[in-house]
């Protein structure tokens, strides 16, 4: 690799050179012959240094190269799929862990709960996400919602005043209401 990064380097040394070479020779001065042998010596280090490259791959490395990017792309989408996933899962088991002030069942808070322990164990296997799951990563599901209203109290009237409505409209009045009035939180 700094192989590579020093033979580029040369390179673009090179192209400076000759680029002096070029604006001299159209004043009709001669190239020096330290260019040309620059050149020669460049050009070679070049050809050693994608012969060893191409050994490496094992075999023509101009092929090699687009299958080696699909695959990075491939895993890159794999990667960003994980994440979404982590973070999707990250929202049900906030949910999972809400509980309630009184400490006495509140029926639409273990009902939500269940709901998302169902939730949590499908997406732990699933090999694509869903736009439940993706909703919930991004944080506009009613549970992510219904989270973000209970542990974020500072939160601007008109933010508070839209999620309210939507995890109101969503989830039921009587969740939104405890969420509201402070009977809900996070255990950590």
Not at 104 to 133: C, N
């Amino acid at each position: 690799m700094d192989e590579g990064q020093g033979l580029m380097h040369r390179m673009h040394q090179l192209a400076e050179e000759l680029r002096q070479v070029v604006a001299q020779l159209g004043q009709g001065v001669p190239a020096p012959a330290e260019a040309a042998q620059g050149l020669t010596q460049t050009a070679q280090a070049f050809e050693d240094w994608w012969r060893r490259a191409q050994k490496l791959v094992g075999g023509d490395l101009e092929r090699s190269v687009p299958k080696v990017m699909q695959a990075l792309e491939v895993h890159q989408q794999r990667l960003e799929m994980e994440i979404q996933r982590q973070k999707a899962m990250a929202v049900l088991e906030q949910v999972g862990s809400l509980s309630y002030v009184n400490k006495d069942e509140f029926m639409p808070l273990s009902e939500i709960q269940f709901e998302a322990i169902g939730m949590l164990r499908a997406l732990k296997g699933a090999e694509q996400l869903d736009e439940t799951a993706m909703a919930l990563a991004a944080g506009t599901h009613p549970y992510a919602l219904l989270v973000r209203l209970v542990t974020n109290p500072e939160l601007s009237d008109s933010d508070w005043q839209e999620i309210y409505q939507a995890v109101r409209q969503s989830l039921g009045n009587e969740l939104a209401v405890a969420a509201a009035r402070g009977k809900l939180h996070l255990e950590a």
